[in-house]
């Protein structure tokens, strides 16, 4: 691999400075660890979005995740800044983080599966643009493989004299348990090209992750590792889920088989947790430019096996709201059906592409009423993403207006979802349902009360025994 003329022989001093592009559920978090275990080093993160960064300086955070307001407010006004000021706070800054969504192009070439880098363009024209001296630039955000090469060559476009290293240091973290993965990472991936720009990410990290878990690579190691995490945690998924297809066919119990085989260590007990379908903005995006990556390069036969991943995740889906509708004897027209949860996973707020979005949209076109009851997901947060999950899928906006207006309600309790209703949809794995009063939910159901539980959250509870009719996933 050629070295690009603008990787630097620069002496580089200790970070001191760090400036974080995007204030989002990536950015936010992983600055406010870096300030909370680095604070000789000042951190900024930028972002464009003004309203994001005003709830970055309230006491109500734009992203729900269990303890991340201590860390923020901890390190909030002493080495931890938000702010949209995003020229000077680049200009200042030795090392940029570049932490900016990176959706699947819905447009032109590679629509519906390679990655929109129009984001990732823009932070590195911007950096171009206002820097001086020498800058570490590193690539936070998930980007197909040889995508540092695009950000060189931008920024080589400088007219400032300006010198940069480009690193990719992709993050692993999970939503809903993002502080405990920023604390205690597995391990921290830096590929990179230049030795002292590595080593000056490393011992940032070296502040409170073991020498031994700081993985460096070269760059495009780097990058594709990040895709494949992610392409091999959601087949698993798909995997199990494939499997508790075959289950509820045979009387297998999907439970069972994913202990029976999660105990052989080649395999492991992790990920095989059969669902409604995974969710997440990032699981099928990151996939769908897999199987970008593997056409664009003549591989269609490795682009095929990915995609499958997608499509039975999708399958799965459906799956769940054709049983939903064959138990309700071939109909929910007009029955109400209590939703409980559409976060894409508990102990977040984040919907995007959660697995409930697509359940609720067929449940509406098939005329059910829906209650829906999410701990921390906004009322308007429901209903832009069914909005937008129902326009895409035909339906006119009066139509869907109307739709929503007359057949979406939505609840502030369990409980209150769940009355005069036919059936509950539990699509969330929230603690919460599992220390429902299951007894008096039964009482205020229409019957026969049927519970679908797309998590097998309330397995273990013999909901059968209180008069319920209980189907969960893959048994
Ligand atoms: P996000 O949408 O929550 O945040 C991105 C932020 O970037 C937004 O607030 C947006 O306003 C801002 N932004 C976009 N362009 C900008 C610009 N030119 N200047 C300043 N700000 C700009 O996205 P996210 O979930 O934090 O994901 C960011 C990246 O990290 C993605 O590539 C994603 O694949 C990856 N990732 C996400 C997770 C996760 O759990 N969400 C985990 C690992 C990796
Ligand atoms: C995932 C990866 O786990 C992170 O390592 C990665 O950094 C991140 O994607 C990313 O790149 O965005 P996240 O999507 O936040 O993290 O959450 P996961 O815990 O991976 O769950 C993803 C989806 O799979 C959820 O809908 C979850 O409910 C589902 N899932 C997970 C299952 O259905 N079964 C399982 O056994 C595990």
Request: with cysteine; hydrophobic share 40%.
């Amino acid at each position: 691999m050629t070295r690009s003329p603008q990787t630097s022989k620069q002496k580089i001093g200790p970070v001191t400075k760090i400036c974080c592009i995007g204030a989002g559920y990536v950015g936010g978090p992983t600055m406010a660890m870096i300030a909370k275990k680095c604070p000789h080093i000042d951190v900024r993160v930028v972002d464009i979005n003004e309203a994001r960064i005003a709830q970055w300086n309230s006491d109500v955070l734009p992203i729900y995740e269990p303890g991340l307001n201590e860390v923020v407010k901890e390190c909030r006004g002493r080495n931890l800044t938000f702010t949209t000021a995003v020229d000077e706070s680049i200009r200042g800054a030795d090392m940029v983080f570049i932490s900016v969504n990176t959706p699947t192009k819905t447009f032109g070439v590679g629509a519906g599966r390679a990655a929109n880098l129009e984001f990732i363009e823009k932070c590195a024209r911007k950096i171009a643009e206002v820097s001086e001296g020498h800058k570490i630039v590193v690539e936070k955000s998930t980007l197909p493989v040889r995508t540092a090469e695009a950000v060189k060559t931008i920024l080589s476009s400088t007219t400032n004299g300006a010198s940069f290293d480009v690193l990719s240091n992709p993050e692993f973290l999970a939503e809903g348990t993002a502080i405990e993965d920023l604390l205690e990472p597995d391990r921290v991936l830096i590929g990179g090209e230049s030795e002292a720009a590595i080593n000056a990410l490393v011992d940032v990290y070296a502040n409170w992750v073991p020498r031994e878990r700081l993985l460096t690579t070269n760059l495009w190691s780097s990058e594709l590792s990040k895709l494949t995490a992610n392409a091999f945690l959601a087949q698993r998924v798909s995997s199990i889920n494939a499997i508790s297809a075959l289950c509820e066919a045979t009387e297998a119990d999907v439970d069972e088989v994913a202990l029976a085989i999660g105990t052989d260590s080649r395999i492991g007990p992790k990920f095989l947790k059969a669902s409604v379908g995974f969710g997440g903005s990032c699981f099928q995006k990151d996939i769908l430019n897999l199987v970008y990556l593997c056409e664009y390069f003549g591989l269609p036969e490795a682009a095929e096996y990915w995609e499958q991943v997608v499509k039975m995740n999708d399958f799965q889906k459906s799956r769940f709201v054709t049983r939903i509708v064959r138990t309700l004897f071939n109909t929910v027209s007009d029955k109400k059906i209590a939703v409980w949860g559409f976060a894409f996973k508990k102990d977040t707020n984040d919907t995007r592409e959660s697995a409930a979005i697509y359940v609720c949209r067929d449940l509406l076109l098939e005329k059910a009423k829906l209650s829906i009851y999410d701990p921390r997901v906004t009322k308007e947060q429901i209903h832009r993403d069914l909005t937008e999950a129902i326009l895409a899928s035909g339906v006119d906006a009066n139509t869907c207006d109307a739709l929503l207006q007359t057949n979406v309600e939505i609840a502030d309790s369990c409980d209150s979802s769940a009355a005069d209703a036919h059936a509950i949809a539990l699509l969330t794995e929230w603690d919460e349902f599992a220390e429902a009063d299951f007894k008096t939910i039964h009482a205020s159901m229409k019957k026969p009360a049927f519970i679908f539980d797309g998590r097998n959250t309330l397995k273990k509870l013999s909901l059968d025994d209180l008069g319920f009719r209980y189907f969960g996933i893959g048994f």
